[in-house]
T-cell receptor, first 112, second 113 residues
Framework: DAGVTQSPTHLIKTRGQQVTLRCSPKSGHDTVSWYQQALGQGPQFIFQYYEEEERQRGNFPDRFSGHQFPNYSSELNVNALLLGDSALYLC???????????FGPGTRLTVT | QKEVEQNSGPLSVPEGAIASLNCTYS??????FFWYRQYSGKSPELIMS????GDKEDGRFTAQLNKASQYVSLLIRDSQPSDSATYLCAVNSPSSNTGKLIFGQGTTLQVKP
């Protein structure tokens, strides 16, 4: 049973650039959430996708956008990167509503 | 006041002891509560979920929920050095039923041999 997968594992970008992160949910899951985790902090909710639509969004600027594909995989896009965007980006999947969420290995983004 | 609060630690316990990790949350209508374990440099791993008042046991782990006190805890019995990690408490946001999780900042546990 494949778990949540994310790519790439690590990424280094320069301020002002754009980045796309990818996530494939656990088998049988149809809902994908994205979180940002700064060093020493708990994950912060960015947004959630269900049925190819953004269902809920956290307190993140419009520079953060996403997409969900018919196979339930998802992308997170960040435009105009800032130094403060350096963090671990986590994708979590679940089936349906407020149930257990399973995280992928994360993408470590460094903005220089 | 933070929505989910945890003592950042570190909490240090000797091998074989019981480790007690605590979490409080601000919104009393929260319904779902989760404990994640995160090793350094890794992603969070779900270890316990609890939805009703009382205790829920799974192996060496026991989650305790008291909704009246807005308090959830995790007990780890017979602590092992491999339990050394950061433990994250997460609460399902009551503002929706979409499963948005609100996390505490985590408690670092050190189990000393």
């Amino acid at each position: 049973d494949a778990g949540v997968t994310q790519s790439p594992t690590h990424l280094i970008k320069t301020r002002g650039q754009q980045v796309t992160l990818r996530c494939s949910p656990k088998s049988g899951h149809d809902t994908v959430s994205w979180y940002q985790q700064a060093l020493g902090q708990g994950p912060q909710f960015i947004f959630q996708y269900y049925e190819e639509e953004e269902r809920q969004r956290g307190n993140f600027p419009d520079r953060f956008s996403g997409h969900q594909f018919p196979n339930y995989s998802s992308e997170l896009n960040v435009n105009a990167l800032l130094l403060g965007d350096s963090a671990l980006y986590l994708c979590a999947s679940t089936h349906g509503g407020p149930y257990e969420q399973y995280f992928g290995p994360g993408t470590r983004l460094t903005v220089t | 006041q933070k929505e989910v609060e945890q003592n950042s630690g570190p909490l240090s316990v000797p091998e074989g002891a019981i480790a007690s990790l605590n979490c409080t949350y601000s919104d009393r209508v929260s319904q779902s509560f989760f404990w994640y374990r995160q090793y350094s440099g890794k992603s969070p791993e779900l270890i316990m979920s609890i939805y009703s008042n009382g205790d829920k046991e799974d192996g060496r782990f026991t989650a305790q929920l008291n909704k009246a006190s807005q308090y959830v805890s995790l007990l780890i019995r017979d602590s092992q050095p491999s339990d050394s990690a950061t433990y994250l408490c997460a609460v399902n946001s009551p503002s929706s039923n979409t499963g948005k999780l609100i996390f505490g900042q985590g408690t670092t546990l050190q189990v000393k041999p």
